[in-house]
Every structure is written in C-alpha cells, then in structure tokens.
C-alpha cells in the first residue's frame, strides 16, 4: 500500500479545508487509518483514527467537535474535514495505515502505524 496525502494550502482563521489520502494496492478497506500532523520544532502528534469499516472515529482534544475524519472504501480514500482552523492547526498533515488487523483500536501512537503518506502542508494565517 502507498498513501498519497493532498489538499493543503493557506487558508486564513475560521476557514475550512479537507484533506483527502487516497492509498494504491488491495486491501484498503482492511486497514485502520490515521491522521497526524507535525508542527515545525514539535514532535509528530496524533489527529484523528477512523476503524477499517468506519464505524469508530477517535480525535485528539485539540480538533474534537472540528475537525472529521471519514472513508470511502470503494474509492480507497480517507478524508480529513477540517472546520474552524486556528493558527495553531498549522503542520504538516500525515495520513497513515496501520497493517496489522490482530487487534481492536483505536490507534493513537505513531509507532502503532507501519505506512505513511509523504505529508501535505497546512498554513492557517491570523
């Protein structure tokens, strides 16, 4: 599976944008997914899980009741609806798959993801 992560751009305080990563391969549907971000000096944080069916979503505190994370398994995407945006939601945004279906999420370390998508920049000017 290789991820390819698109939609960021500049966009002001309160606007919206929405992320898409869409994934080459099989078994997409298979997969639990992720998105994370990393802010220039930090460390690469968790955003947002979504399970393989799509029915459980878990978010970060930081972007609980505005940002939503979904997945259209028949178009091997997964979207990340951002609302409301702050300076502070500034980062590189990452999507990532998590291979292993042994066990029940949900996901919220890095090290729990095995593929990421190459990033995609989100500017949010004051």
């Not at 929405?18 to 997914?33: D, P």
């Not at 994370?36 to 930090?42: I, Y």
């Not at 259209?72 to 609806?81: G, M, P, R, S, W």
């Not at 300076?87 to 999507?95: F, M, N």
Request: charged share 20%; with cysteine; glycine share 12%.
């Amino acid at each position: 599976v290789q991820l390819q992560a698109s939609g960021g751009g500049v966009v002001q305080t309160g606007d919206s944008l929405t992320l898409s990563c869409v994934a080459s391969g099989h078994s997409f549907s298979r997969y639990n997914e992720g998105w994370f971000r990393q802010a220039p000096g930090k460390e690469r944080e968790f955003v947002a899980y979504i399970s393989r069916g799509g029915g459980r979503t878990v978010y970060a505190d930081s972007v609980k009741g505005r940002f939503a994370i979904s997945r259209e398994n028949t178009k091997k995407t997964v979207y990340l609806q951002m609302t409301d945006l702050k300076p502070e939601d500034t980062a590189v945004y990452y999507c990532a798959v998590r291979e292993s279906i042994l066990t029940a999420g949900p996901f919220t370390r890095t090290d729990e993801y095995t593929i990421w998508g190459q990033g995609t920049l989100v500017t949010v000017s004051s």
